[in-house]
C-alpha cells in the first residue's frame, strides 16, 4: 500500500508523518502524539476542525455534517472521517489539547 506524508507546520520543530493511503488523519494524528482534540470521530460534531494547506484529502462516501460552507471555503476539513488522496500540509487544529 502506498503511503502519503502529512506536514505539520504548527510543530516546533515542523515535522511529517508517514500514513497508509487509506487510514483516517486523525488515527494518524493521535497515534503520533499530536495534540489534537476530537469527540464523535464521525464527522459530526466538528471538534476536530483542522485547516488543510495544501494537498487533498477525501471523504469517501462520508460526509462532513461538522463542517459549514464558510469553513469549506476557509479550507478547513474534519480529519476525523478523512484520507490523504496526496501528501497534505495542515495548520494547527482549531482545538489543541491542552497540556497537563
Known sequence: MQTKQIRLTFLTPEQ?????????ILHALTSAGVPIKHA?????CGVCLTPLLDGEIDYEHRHPHGL??????????????????????IAQPKVLVKPK
Open 40 to 44: 464523535c470521530s464521525n464527522g459530526v
Open 68 to 89: 459549514n460552507e464558510k469553513e469549506k471555503q476557509n479550507g478547513y476539513f474534519l480529519p476525523c472521517i478523512a484520507t490523504c488522496k496526496t501528501d497534505i500540509t
Open 16 to 24: 511529517s508523518l508517514s500514513i497508509a493511503q487509506g487510514d483516517i
